[in-house]
């Protein structure tokens, strides 16, 4: 079975910049997470999808950061500009199926992540 | 106060021995409880679930305390191959349903 694809696996640009992600989860996962992790720190939410509708983006720093799941598969996530503290990496993860008011199959699948640097 | 907390570590061990890890986490609420490992640079990996009633997988023991809002992790008989950063994850109970992560705490297994 083919596991979460992600791209690019690095990426480095200048502060100010815009820089763009993408994911393919696992076929038939209707959840997809985005994630940064800082060096050191474990991964943070960023966003989650369920199908294609916005679950949770709280801890989405919205004036900079986006995101879209096209029909419910592939999955972008934008940073636009980008600072010098939002060098990291970006893992993209799925799972089978969270529901509201129960917790199943809820095992997270990541990618191998993108890795940004920002000069 | 963070709503997963992990000692950071390094815990450094030498092969064949017993090591513990500890973690505590702050909504009452909580309903689903897990380890994740981290290789160096690669992404993380489900390790084992954690039940109420404690679970064990080989070598890998995981235990809940609800009372104390606390997980533990036993590993026996450690190997070379358990050096990696061990993720304590909690699915908080607040509408959220995303994995919430600790910050790891790292072991390193020496011959």
């Known amino acids: 079975e083919a596991g979460v694809a992600q791209s690019p696996r690095y990426k480095i640009i200048e502060k100010r910049q815009s820089v763009a992600f993408w994911c393919n989860p696992i076929?038939?996962?209707?959840?997809l997470y985005w994630y940064q992790q800082i060096l050191g720190q474990g991964p943070k939410l960023l966003i989650q999808f369920q199908n294609n509708g916005v679950v949770d983006d709280s801890q989405l720093p919205k004036d900079r950061f986006s995101a879209e799941r096209l029909k419910g598969v592939d999955s972008t996530l934008k940073i636009q500009p980008a600072k010098l503290e939002d060098s990291a990496v970006y893992l993209c993860?799925?799972?089978?199926?969270?529901?509201?008011?129960?917790?199943?199959?809820?095992?997270?699948?990541f990618g191998q992540g993108t890795r940004l640097t920002v000069v | 106060r963070k709503e997963v907390e992990q000692d950071p570590g390094p815990f450094n061990v030498p092969e064949g021995a017993t090591v513990a890890f500890n973690c505590t986490y702050s909504n009452s609420a909580s309903q689903s409880f897990f380890w994740y490992r981290q290789d160096c640079r690669k992404e993380p990996k489900l390790l084992m679930s954690?039940?109420?009633s404690g679970n064990e997988d080989g070598r890998f023991t995981a235990q809940l305390n609800r009372a104390s809002q606390y997980i533990s992790l036993l590993i026996r008989d450690s190997k070379l191959s358990d050096s990696a950063t061990y993720l304590c994850v909690v699915i908080l109970d607040t509408g959220r349903r995303a994995l919430t992560f600790g910050s790891g705490t790292r072991l390193q297994v020496q011959p």
């Open positions: 076929s038939g996962h209707a959840t």
């Open positions: 954690v039940y109420s």
């Open positions: 993860a799925s799972s089978l199926e969270v529901l509201r008011t129960e917790i199943k199959n809820t095992e997270a699948f």
